[in-house]
């Protein structure tokens, strides 16, 4: 059974969260490294992650990054 992730740009949302820079890069080298179960503690068993919604935030976000500028 999968789990949906739910981008949450405000950080207001209950329950455990996981940081993700707002880079294209980022996800996709944390889908590469399979991070969403260390992250929400579950199992690696746990297979099925739905990560579309943070795919499509981040396809709609403006090109070059996160927009943060460095300290």
């Given at each position: 059974?999968?789990?949906a992730?739910?981008?949450d740009t405000r950080g207001r949302?209950?329950?455990r969260g996981a940081y993700l820079h707002r880079d294209r890069r980022c996800f996709e080298l944390a889908e590469r490294r399979r991070v969403w179960?260390?992250?929400y503690r579950r199992g690696a068993g746990d297979a099925g992650w739905d990560t579309?919604?943070?795919a499509a935030l981040l396809d709609a976000?403006?090109?070059g990054g996160s927009g943060q500028r460095s300290r």
């Open positions: 059974m999968g789990s992730i739910t981008p949302r209950p329950g179960s260390r992250a579309s919604s943070v976000a403006p090109c």
